[in-house]
């Protein structure tokens, strides 16, 4: 969703580079970024299951971010 914002990840980059790179983005969308990539981290890495609950916060934290940056050009 970010790549349609023209906001992508160098091939070299890790996730968390990533997302401390969109420093710029407001306040709460960067936060909101950071959260998702630490929850990535824990899955991930760290063989945590994520339930349907948590599954579903976490989609309904991209959509606002996908609404909070606006349209898409």
Not at 32 to 44: N, P
Not at 46 to 71: C, F, H, K, W, Y
């Given at each position: 969703r970010l790549e349609r914002r023209k906001i992508s990840r160098s091939a070299h980059m890790t996730p968390m580079e990533f997302s401390r790179s969109v420093?710029?983005?407001?306040?709460?969308w960067y936060s909101a970024i950071q959260?998702?990539?630490?929850?990535?981290?824990?899955?991930r890495y760290g063989g945590r299951e994520?339930?349907?609950?948590?599954?579903?916060?976490?989609m309904r934290v991209v959509d606002r971010i996908d609404t909070g940056l606006g349209p898409t050009q």
């Amino acid at each position: 969703r970010l790549e349609r914002r023209k906001i992508s990840r160098s091939a070299h980059m890790t996730p968390m580079e990533f997302s401390r790179s969109v420093g710029f983005l407001p306040g709460e969308w960067y936060s909101a970024i950071q959260r998702l990539t630490r929850v990535f981290y824990r899955v991930r890495y760290g063989g945590r299951e994520l339930n349907q609950s948590q599954q579903a916060r976490l989609m309904r934290v991209v959509d606002r971010i996908d609404t909070g940056l606006g349209p898409t050009q």
